[in-house]
Every structure is written in structure tokens, then in C-alpha cells.
């Protein structure tokens, strides 16, 4: 046996937190949760008994800024944060391989399959076979005839065999040409851009003639779709990018020896007790039974134990199954019906008329809404009964479904745009979306699986449907990847045989029913309903239209802006060069590293494996050392803005409406911020002038100005009303500059002697100290000394005796009851808080500490949101919202209401929320949004 194993350990703990969610482990001794560790370890002892494997490593994302993004900016930026109560599971992971002698990896900067790939390529000749445990893909390339990958499948301990002959027959090219499919199709869980309209099928096309990227662009006359031509030539640019981001790196230099990878002896009795002292009772005494050695009942133990509630349920009381867990049937028989005539299509319409909720649900060919076909309709109003409507599509194979849309909808129309038949969704808005562009003004909207999971559990980020059925009902879904295929079966939709489409389907509003039957009676009993009735859910109408409306944006502002950018790139890489005295490549961190590090001699704090980190924080450190950084940040920048945004807005153009139609999600921020994406406009720089050049390019449509209105100070305003503090009521009361007031006790002046310089301190103080700053961190940002920033803390505190208060009221609170919660009961659950790691605690008191500010003014947005589109519809405004940014809502309106419409919106937002100090909302109009900001 001479074989080695590599395991990604984040995609095994990812696998284990997601397959033991519903069971909601707890840790026997410390009431932590621990499914993802208890499972890590479960699946682990299992895949060493299958595979019979004497050597292991596991390696690990560093956590940190990657390699690429240096190369790829936005590279995996769309990845939603890690669950809340993973990430201590994630460093318990770390310190359990550590005490038991397992040998693992990880390196700052690089990412883990660069580091899988490294050791395939080191020791490819020592042993007879190397499996490799990962779903990630980009992996195909390095496997060989004795390198092979195990995928996980459904289930906890199913896995796929892949080899390179896997790849030829599944996707069509070989194992070689895999970075240049890439290139093609990219990859949506990395954010590598690939061709745009470019698939999984064409791309395997292409390669499978042409060979590789050059061939194709070299022979691109030969290549017979116009179309597809033309994608290939605007993408080119990020073809090959995007093929370099997918390039697995196997050259790194590891100080690895083939000894140092031996698999630990983990049976033990010290390791197999460690198990014990850490809490994991039944880990403990599966490993003891298969090394043969005896458990030892505790005296004390009682006979029988007591019930407990799932939500209590520990590691200790899972029984021997749970290895094993499969996902449960549903407990009926699904009755799922497609309806294949017009005849039968009117009775279902009888059925709905006669039902107080239903649930509905679309299928369509595109996740845009606002670009989406609509190819069929499901039903449910019971448990486990639904019903499929599927429609005609110009390129379907099929013929067999209902006309086209137009006999259809007026079929529906009655019962989808009835006020007295409550509709029920998973994320119904995109419904809505999708049935106002087809004629369809969706009514009665009532209830939002989504939404409401979120309310219950904030930190979570798991609240798509597939996710919420393991969770709730214990029950696995038909996955997407499951109906099309993947690869080179993989099929549009609207090909797939409809009687398949309608089991899918009718799934899909069956088990959204089923969980809107549990999820508004635990709204209700943990008193969310407010937050639910009075805020979330009238709030997805409001964004509903704004991103409907969208946004008016030239098209050739920002092309030309993209190439002031250029100038400014190749500007920036000049001066670089010249102080570096030479030309390299400025993308390369390797190079990089060279000319900071060895060349120059910069002092350099920050080590990996590959040599010196040369990521933002280091360079933002290294400023004043050499001028060179000052000129390697800016390139940084303007490379960033100009991929994100001048490049990116341009392409988002809708073809029909000539604007661009971002997304706004409820369910991403714990705190209740909303965000954007496709594209993200909240992170437009705010004090960069390169801010402005941005916003330049959102304009009004003709007849209308932008106008801007912006809360002043909106969380040092909600601070004051927490904490009570009397000079920050005072303060505002009053109108007293509150930076002023601050700069004046910490200089120890008089407020009219306070200078500029003095009152910027201030207010980086006065934002900092809400955010639970250290005085590591304010000593950053202020450029002090350590001391000096922790005698501004201290004052601070002696001046605001209240912030200190709340600071110190609200982490007891969050200590004794697990949560912290807004002004109108908005909660965040923080398990951290009673972690026994350090970081981790000191982290959640930051978060403690902030979350009810952050999340009071979210609150307070959304109210004047929905009061303000409440005025314009009752009152006829033609004005319109059409973004929202943080504390910034953004309006359209005609010139003929400006000073009408003004008023009233800003008595909206300063009245949408009352607090114990005055809010104020500054605002103005602009021919674009620079000029309204």
C-alpha cells in the first residue's frame, strides 16, 4: 500500500457543516455548535477506512488575499462570507489535525488547490497512486493515469471517481486542454469572468476542433456561428485571463518530504481520548471500538437520559446512523400533476380559485429576471400535491406542452392577479419580476420562504430552497445539476423533457409550501413578525420596482473612462518601473516580491512560503518607505475600478429598457444592510475623486434630475440614543459639531481653537469607536503610535461616559443571551462570544457592539423606503427610487416636482425612524448622480 491522499480541507468541512445543518449539533461540553467538526471527523475515519490510504495532507485557503487577485481583482469577490457558526468550528478543525499529528497546509496568499497541485506534480513518482479529495473542477488538469480525484456525490459519504478517461467522456476534451475550457466557460463560484454567452457545450466544441485559446482565435474565420464569433472577440481580453486564473500552479517550492506526509497512528488511546476531552463522546467511542480499546462508563452516568428539544440535541446523543445519515422521503406520496391541455389547464384554475394560500413558483432561462423567459408555472396549495403548467418554447425539442404564453395568460390572469388569493414564494420577487415582463401583475403576494428563513436566523447564509428543505423537512431536492446534466450533457432547460422539468418543478413549489407552513408559525412564536410584516416584507415590492425601473447610464462615459483608467495604469507601471529600476512584471508577485524585498530592501513583516506577502495591507504599511508604493496602490486601484465598473456597467445595459438593472438582496448582510449585485453599486469609492468619475456616468432621463439624499451621521445619531449619553444628546440637540465637540476634549481646547486637522482625528475617532476600534487599529489609521492612540480611547471615554457604558452593557447582554438585537428587535445571534479562542471572542464583541447601530440604521432606510413609495403611489408622483446605497437613497425626478417631491421625501427619511436626537438628511439635485451627491 503505498498510496497518498489530499484533501481540501474547506471544501470537507463545508461538505460536513452542510450535511449535519439539520441535525443542529451541539457540543457536549461547551453547548457550541459542532456538526461541521463532528462530521469532518465522521466522514474522515470513513473515507481512511474505504480507501486504505498511508500517506495524507491536508491543505487549506489561507484566508487571506489571494495570489490571483492580484492578477483578477474581483477573482471569488462575489463568494458569500463563511456561516457565522462555522468559522469557530472551521479553527477547532485546525487545532484537532494539529494535536493528532496529521500533516496540513496552508499558505498566505495561495490557495489550496495550487498547493494540491504542487504535491501531485512533487510526488507523482513515489507512489502508486494519489487521489485527491475535492468538487473543485479547475483540478481536472492535474490528473494523470495514477492521479485521481473523489467527488462528492449525494448524501454524507458517497463519492465520484473521476480520472482523466472521466474527462473525455463526460466533458469531451482532455485532461490538457481543461484551463483553455475555462477560458471559455469560466467559473461562476470563483467570479472568473470566462466569454460571455459562451457554455459548457460550446466550449467543449471548440476546443475539441481547434485545440486550444490561440487555435481559436488564430482560425476564428473558421469558426461558423456569427454570433458565437462575435462573443469570442469582445471576451477575448478575459479568455485568457480567465484561462491564467484557472491554471492550477504546481511549481511551488515545498519543503515537503515523502516521510513527512506518513498518516498518523490516530487509534492511539492518548488520540482516541482526545476526542473525549474535546466533547465528541460518540467519536470517541467509534474510534475506541475499532482499535480495541475499552470505554470506560462514567460512574456518575444516568440510566436513561432525559429528552431534550433538537434545537439542544448534542454530539453525545447522535446515534450509530448518523454516519450514515440519508436524506429523509417525504412522508406522503408526492402527487405531482403536469398540466398538458388547455381543457385541464381551466379545471386547475377552478381548483385555485376555491384556496386562501397558494404557492407559486416559475421556470425560466435565465437567473436575470429582468432577462428571463418564462418557460412554465408550478402550483401548490397542500402538502406533497402540485402542479406543473409547462410552456411552448420557440427551441425546444419538445413539442408536447401548452401554446404559447399569450393563450396561457389569460388563462391565469384572474387567479395570479387576485388580491384574494394569498401567493406564497422562495424568493418571490424574481416571480414578480418575471411575470410583470410577461404581462402578469403578480397580487396578493403574502409570504417569502427566503425572507423569513433569513429573519430567523441572520447569520446563516443558507436560505435557497435546497438548503432550507435538509433543514426544515430533513429532505433532499431534485438539484438543478441533477435535471440538466453537467458538462457535456448538460441542456438548456427548455430541452430537457418536460414530464422531468414538471417533477422538478412541482417540487419546487410543493417543499417551498411545506415550508412556509413551518416557517410562518416559528416567525410568529419567536416574535419576528414585526420585523417580517413591518419591514422585509413590504420591502421586496419597493425594490421590486426600483429594479424594474433600473438605472440610465452612457455607455460611451464610461468606455472613454476606461481608457483615462488605461492612461492611468500605464502611468503608474511607468513610475514603477523607474523605480525599480528595470521592467518586470508588475502582476507577478514572485517579481514583485523580488523588487520590493531584495532589490529595494523594504522591510518586510509578513511571510509565506513562496516569500514575502505583497498583498494591500502590506503595501498600505510600506507607505513612506519608498515612493514606488504609492504608485503600485494606484495601479491596484485604477485596475480594480476599471474591471468592476467603466468595463463591467457598459455590458449590464439592458437591450430593451437601455438601462442597467442591479439586484438588490434582503437576505446577505446579518446586520440587515441591503446589497447589490449584477452589478454592485454599493461599493463605489465615496471620498475617491475616482467616486465621482463613476457617478458622473449615471444620469437622469430627459425632463428629470437625480436627486441624492443622504442621512448625516445616522449611527453616531443612533449611539447617542442607545447609549444616553449626555454630551452626545447634547450635541445634537443643539447643532454642535459633534467632531468638533470630540476634538476638543481629546486635544484638551476650547471647540473654537480646534483646527482642520484636529476635527478629521476626531471624526475617524468618533466612526471608529462604534465599530469597536482597538488601539492596534486606530494607531492605523490615525498613522500614531500605539500609546497615543490608546490614550485617544481613553478619553474618548472619559468624554462619553455613556458609549462606554452601552459598549460594556451590550457585550454582558450578548454573553447572557447569545444575540444582540436593533432598536426594533432585528436580532444576531453570536456564538462566538462564550468561544474559549480569544480571537474569536474579541471579534464578537466588535460585532456585539456594532450590530445593533449598524442594523438600527438599516431599519430605519427601509421604513422611509416604504413610506416613501407608499406617497407615490397614493399621491400619483412620477418621481421614482432608483437606488439605494448604505444611507443614500437615490430618486428620479421631473423637474416640475422637485421641490415637492424633495420635502416630502426628506420628512420621510427623518421621520422614518423617531430617535431621542434630531435626524437630518442632506441632499441636493444633479443632471447625474456626482452632481446630486
Keep these: 500500500m503505498n498510496r497518498l491522499l489530499i484533501i481540501d480541507g474547506h471544501a470537507l468541512a463545508f461538505r460536513a457543516y452542510f450535511a449535519f445543518a439539520a441535525s443542529q449539533l451541539k457540543n457536549s ?164 469572468p470566462g466569454v460571455k454567452g459562451v457554455g459548457e457545450k460550446g466550449a467543449s466544441t471548440l476546443i475539441q476542433e481547434f485545440g486550444n485559446l490561440e487555435t481559436i482565435y488564430k482560425k476564428i474565420d473558421q469558426v461558423k456561428n456569427k454570433g458565437l464569433v462575435d462573443k469570442l472577440i469582445a471576451d477575448k481580453e478575459n479568455a485568457f485571463l480567465s484561462r491564467k486564473l484557472a491554471t492550477i500552479v504546481t511549481d511551488l517550492k515545498l519543503e515537503i518530504k515523502k516521510n513527512d506526509l506518513k498518516l498518523p497512528n490516530y487509534f492511539e488511546k492518548e488520540k482516541v481520548d482526545y476526542f473525549k476531552t474535546k466533547g465528541y463522546n460518540v467519536l470517541h467511542r467509534d474510534l475506541a471500538k475499532q482499535a480495541g480499546i475499552p470505554i470506560e462508563e462514567s460512574k456518575d452516568a444516568p440510566a436513561k437520559k432525559s429528552k431534550k428539544k433538537k434545537e439542544d440535541t448534542n454530539t453525545d446523543e447522535i446515534s450509530d446512523k448518523a454516519d450514515s445519515q440519508e436524506i429523509k422521503s417525504l412522508s406522503k406520496e408526492q402527487n405531482y400533476t403536469r398540466i398538458k391541455t388547455l381543457d385541464e389547464l381551466k379545471k386547475l384554475v377552478k381548483k385555485l380559485e376555491d384556496k386562501k394560500t397558494i404557492c407559486i413558483d416559475t421556470e425560466t432561462t435565465s437567473t436575470d429576471p429582468m432577462l428571463a423567459e418564462l418557460l412554465g408555472l408550478s402550483f401548490s396549495f397542500r402538502a406533497n400535491e402540485a402542479y406543473y403548467i409547462a410552456l411552448s418554447h420557440p427551441d425546444s425539442i419538445f413539442s408536447h406542452t401548452l401554446p404559447k404564453w399569450d393563450e396561457v395568460r389569460p388563462i391565469l390572469q384572474p387567479i395570479l392577479e387576485s388580491e384574494s388569493i394569498a401567493k406564497i414564494g422562495q424568493n418571490i420577487k424574481y416571480d414578480l419580476l418575471v411575470l410583470k415582463n410577461h404581462g402578469i401583475d ?179 504599511s510600506l507607505i513612506g518607505t519608498h515612493p514606488i508604493i504609492d504608485d503600485l496602490l494606484a495601479l491596484r486601484k485604477f485596475a480594480k475600478l476599471k474591471s468592476t465598473y467603466s468595463d463591467s456597467l457598459p455590458s449590464l445595459i439592458h437591450p430593451k429598457s437601455g438601462r442597467i438593472h442591479t439586484s438588490y438582496n434582503q437576505t446577505i448582510a446579518a446586520t440587515g444592510r441591503l446589497s447589490s449585485t449584477n452589478p454592485n453599486l454599493q461599493n463605489i469609492p465615496i471620498k475617491d475623486e475616482e467616486g465621482r468619475w463613476l457617478r458622473k456616468g449615471f444620469i437622469a432621463s430627459k425632463g428629470f434630475e437625480i436627486l441624492s439624499l443622504d442621512y448625516s451621521q445616522i449611527e453616531l445619531r443612533i449611539m447617542a440614543h442607545f447609549s444616553k449619553d449626555k454630551q452626545m444628546i447634547d450635541a445634537y440637540q443643539k447643532g454642535i459639531d459633534i467632531h468638533r465637540r470630540t476634538a476638543a476634549a481629546l486635544y484638551s481646547v476650547k471647540e473654537a481653537d480646534v483646527t482642520s486637522e484636529m476635527r478629521n482625528k476626531a471624526k475617524i475617532i468618533n466612526f471608529s469607536v462604534i465599530y469597536g476600534v482597538t488601539s492596534f487599529g486606530l494607531s492605523n489609521q490615525l498613522k500614531v503610535s500605539r500609546k497615543e492612540a490608546k490614550e485617544f480611547i481613553d478619553r474618548y471615554f472619559a468624554q462619553y461616559t455613556g458609549v462606554s457604558r452601552y459598549m460594556e452593557e451590550m457585550v454582558d447582554f450578548c454573553k447572557d443571551k447569545g444575540y444582540v438585537e436593533t432598536l426594533l428587535g432585528r436580532k444576531r445571534f453570536l456564538p462566538d462570544i462564550n468561544s474559549s479562542n480569544r480571537m474569536a471572542v474579541e471579534q464578537a464583541k466588535r460585532i456585539a457592539i456594532n450590530s445593533p447601530i449598524q442594523g438600527t440604521s438599516a431599519d430605519m432606510i427601509k421604513i422611509a423606503m416604504i413610506n416613501i413609495q407608499k406617497r407615490i403611489e397614493e ?32 420628512k420621510e427619511m427623518e421621520t422614518a425612524l423617531p430617535l431621542s436626537v434630531p435626524i437630518t438628511v442632506e441632499g441636493k439635485f444633479g443632471s447625474n448622480w456626482d452632481e446630486a451627491h
Design 442 to 620: 403578480l397580487k396578493g403576494i403574502s409570504f417569502d420562504t427566503m425572507i423569513a428563513s433569513y429573519i430567523l436566523k441572520p447569520g446563516e447564509r443558507r436560505y435557497n430552497m435546497d438548503d432550507l428543505a435538509l433543514d426544515y423537512l430533513n429532505y433532499k431536492t431534485i438539484s438543478y445539476e441533477d435535471l440538466v446534466g453537467t458538462g457535456k450533457k448538460k441542456q438548456n432547460l427548455y430541452d430537457v423533457n418536460p414530464d422531468d422539468v414538471s417533477n422538478y418543478a412541482c417540487e419546487d413549489a410543493d417543499i417551498t409550501f411545506q415550508l412556509y407552513e413551518i416557517l410562518s408559525k416559528k416567525i410568529k412564536a419567536e416574535d419576528k413578525a414585526n420585523i417580517y410584516n413591518k419591514i422585509e416584507h413590504p420591502l421586496l415590492f419597493v425594490l421590486a420596482k426600483m429594479e424594474s425601473q433600473g438605472v440610465l447610464v452612457q455607455a460611451d462615459y464610461f468606455q472613454n473612462l476606461s481608457k483615462i483608467f488605461d492612461e492611468k495604469i500605464k502611468e503608474h507601471q511607468k513610475n514603477i518601473h523607474f523605480y525599480a529600476g528595470r521592467e518586470f512584471n508588475v502582476n507577478s508577485t514572485k517579481e514583485l516580491q523580488i523588487v520590493l524585498f531584495e532589490d529595494l530592501r523594504l522591510p518586510a513583516e509578513k511571510k509565506t512560503q513562496t516569500g514575502f506577502s505583497t498583498d494591500h495591507s502590506v503595501l498600505e
Design 29 to 192: 461540553l461547551t453547548g457550541a455548535p459542532s456538526g461541521a467538526v463532528f462530521g469532518f471527523w465522521r466522514m474522515l475515519f470513513k473515507l481512511l477506512q474505504d480507501e486504505k490510504v498511508s500517506h495524507i495532507a491536508f491543505t487549506f485557503d489561507p484566508g487571506t488575499r489571494l495570489q490571483r487577485n492580484d492578477l483578477y481583482e474581483p477573482y471569488k469577490a462575489q463568494r458569500k462570507p463563511m456561516p457565522e457558526d462555522l468559522k469557530p468550528q472551521l479553527r477547532e478543525i485546525y487545532e484537532m489535525i494539529s494535536q493528532l499529528g496529521f500533516p496540513m497546509y496552508k499558505m498566505d496568499g495561495i490557495e489550496a488547490d495550487d498547493i494540491i497541485g504542487s504535491l501531485c506534480k512533487k510526488f507523482k513518482k513515489e507512489f502508486d497512486q494519489i487521489v485527491i479529495l475535492s468538487s473543485d473542477k479547475d483540478l481536472y488538469q492535474i490528473l494523470d493515469s495514477n492521479i485521481h480525484m473523489l467527488r462528492g456525490k449525494k448524501g454524507v459519504s458517497e463519492f465520484e471517481h473521476i480520472d482523466p478517461e472521466w474527462v473525455k467522456t463526460n466533458i469531451g476534451i482532455t485532461k490538457e486542454q481543461v484551463p483553455d475550457y475555462m477560458g471559455l466557460v469560466g467559473d461562476t463560484s470563483d467570479n472568473i
Design 875 to 906: 399621491e400619483n408622483w412620477t418621481s421614482r427610487i432608483i437606488l439605494q446605497v448604505h444611507d443614500e437613497l437615490v430618486f428620479e425626478v421631473p423637474k416640475s416636482e422637485k421641490k415637492e417631491f424633495f420635502d416630502m421625501a426628506k
